[in-house]
């Protein structure tokens, strides 16, 4: 007998963290032990979050891969679902399907320089990256993360963040909009592509990976393409509305692809030949 | 496998036959005036004088609404309990040919890349006897789609009125053998008969791989604001579809104990695509129609070899404002 494709992992909160005042992150673990054994992913992959009651809601996994036992994800409070997810304490059973989805080509970056370029809750999915880059350091060469926000309080993953920064094989660049910063802010104040153009960081032998909101895509993109990384080495995660996870709802549905499983990762080549329905 | 000839007085005891088997029969029944598929006791319950039933057989395999996992919780656990969603035997009679060949449609969506047992298991215990068609109106096009009033494709068996008294039995599959050979002996060997002669006209109207190949470059064609300008967004093209397959989930609960349910959605709805954000990426109708028919039309007949649409004129007949699909793919022809 097949399996119910629907059917969800428990999981158990295993701890809570408060990035901002409406982002949490879940720390999330099997609840049995043969499940967890079993269960396996790659970065860019995303799942299916539910609180049973209310419903399920699509994020990402965004802790890496190299990382055992445990998945995390990260959320705004937004809808019914991430609501009722938000209400959840420690020790509370949350329901998680998948991992979904395709993955970035990490050993196909071996030896190449990564740039991740993010703003705001958008880093999550990249965050998943980084990590799985920094615990095979070696595989990369320079490795630069240009991460925006609307203020220093929309920051997330702050204490990693400071880590990274800490870091001799890392360059982090953390900035915030004008009007965001703080009297004790020491980071750049401004747009992260007028950041990014700034740092002109190289694009010999070097990804980029882009994730923000779409206007901050927008004016990246000629930033990227003017630092010489072309369409193919510009890489992203599409975000489309979904319920299934598995191209059967119909919901993100973008020209022949479905966002769920023929994505959500692709590059900048591929987005352009997408209608524009994302 | 085999041609028959049954009786129109034999079908009241085939009924009997099928029931006494074990097996539930979902036949086209009026309700409140409409005609549609629903459950039967006797042949004598079965509708007649219809051109087309309002819904379509689709409920049988892909319901209004099914559960699709059932839980309950105590303190902070959550228990999954076996869902009470089960697939039923059942004979679904008098299937229009158009909307058996939809079943294949709905069966490539469920059963690619993860299989969907509530969908493949009620698919698997489905029988199908179909009816050909005599007779049809303006709005049927299955001819310009790939099929006939008199298809095979998607029967088990097919049942053709070739004269006041009798039907032609025509046996596809092992399924529709089973039928038969429950009562062999209200069947007879058929001769020959000449089925055509019998069945309804429906002159092809379009060239469906044209319509495939012109599709992608009229992304951005005025014509698709033009054509929904007057289009409500109520989705009744979506409902009465026999091979729409969108769906939405949704969880109900009761105290501690709950239901997930998939339910029927459609891509004419705002809210189909809308993110929690407030972007949406289809936000005005005209981005709805035409994926509609861009989903239909182009991406489906690329990614399952099979447009999604049977012409069965049912959206043309339901849409309160008179979309007609019909006139709308012959304008999409033109449109230069």
Request: glycine content about 8%; aromatic content about 10%.
């Amino acid at each position: 007998m097949e399996t119910n494709v629907y059917k969800p992992y428990l999981m158990r909160i295993a701890e809570i963290t408060e990035e901002t005042p409406d982002v949490r992150t879940f720390r999330l673990e099997f609840t049995k032990e043969d499940e967890a054994a079993s269960f396996s992913y790659k970065a860019g992959q995303f799942g299916e979050y539910s609180v049973f009651g209310e419903g399920e809601s699509t994020f990402c996994i965004a802790s890496s891969p190299t990382r055992k036992g445990y998945i995390e994800c990260t959320f705004r409070k937004a809808g019914r679902v991430t609501k009722a997810l938000a209400a959840r304490e420690k020790g509370d059973t949350i329901g998680f399907r998948g991992p979904y989805g395709n993955t970035f080509p990490l050993s196909d970056w071996k030896g190449k320089s990564l740039l991740f370029v993010t703003g705001g809750i958008a880093l999550p999915p990249l965050r998943c990256v980084i990590w799985n880059a920094l615990d095979l350091r070696d595989n990369f060469k320079d490795i630069t993360i240009v991460y925006g926000a609307r203020s220093v309080q929309d920051l997330v993953y702050k204490k990693e963040l400071a880590e990274w920064d800490a870091r001799p094989d890392v360059k982090l660049i953390t900035t915030v909009d004008p009007g965001g910063e703080t009297t004790d802010w020491k980071g750049p104040v401004g747009f992260v592509p007028t950041v990014l153009e700034k740092a002109s960081p190289s694009s010999a032998d070097s990804v980029a990976l882009l994730c923000g909101p779409p206007i901050m895509i927008k004016l990246t993109l000629p930033v990227l393409s003017n630092l010489g990384f072309s369409p193919e080495n510009i890489y992203t995660t599409l975000e489309n509305r979904m319920k299934c996870g598995i191209g059967k709802c119909g919901r993100c549905n973008v020209g022949k692809y479905f966002v769920c499983k023929d994505g959500p990762v692709f590059t900048f080549a591929q987005v352009n030949e997408l209608p524009p329905e994302y | 496998m085999g041609k028959k000839t049954i009786n129109v007085d034999s079908l009241g005891e085939l009924f009997h036959k099928i029931k006494s088997g074990g097996k539930r029969i979902l036949a086209p029944v009026e309700k409140d005036g409409v005609i549609l598929f629903g459950e039967v006791a006797s042949y004598p319950e079965v509708a007649t004088g219809y051109i087309q039933t309002v819904f379509s057989a689709k409920e049988a395999v892909l319901p209004r609404f099914e559960e699709i996992l059932r839980f309950s919780s105590e303190g902070r656990d959550v228990v999954i309990e076996e869902e009470s969603n089960k697939p039923v035997p059942t004979v679904v009679f008098g299937v229009r040919p158009c909307d058996a060949k939809s079943l294949s449609v709905i069966k490539a969506v469920f059963e690619r890349d993860y299989p969907d047992i509530f969908v493949q298991s009620k698919i698997d215990s489905t029988t199908v006897i179909g009816l050909s068609c005599v007779n049809s109106d303006e709005y049927c096009f299955c001819t310009s789609v790939g099929g006939a009033p008199g298809d095979t494709a998607g029967s088990d068996l097919l049942l053709t009125r070739i004269n006041d008294a009798n039907y032609l039995a025509e046996i596809i599959t092992e399924k529709g053998e089973s039928i038969v050979s429950s009562a062999p002996e209200l069947f007879s060997e058929a001769g020959n008969v000449d089925k055509d002669r019998h069945l309804a006209q429906v002159n092809r109207q379009f060239d469906l791989d044209e319509l495939e190949k012109r599709l992608p470059a009229l992304f951005e064609s005025p014509l698709w604001a033009g054509q929904s300008l007057r289009c409500i967004g109520c989705g009744a093209c979506s409902f009465v579809c026999p091979s729409c397959t969108c769906f939405d989930i949704q969880d109900e609960t009761d105290g501690a104990r709950g239901i997930r349910l998939r339910c029927w959605d459609s891509c004419g709805f705002a809210q189909f695509t809308l993110h929690t954000s407030g972007h949406n990426p289809r936000g005005v109708q005209s981005k709805r129609w035409r994926q509609r028919i861009m989903h239909k039309f182009s991406y489906q007949p690329g990614e399952l070899g099979t447009a999604g649409c049977v012409g069965c004129g049912r959206c043309s007949r339901a849409c309160p404002v008179d979309m007609n699909i019909l006139q709308h793919i012959k304008d999409i022809l033109e449109a230069r």
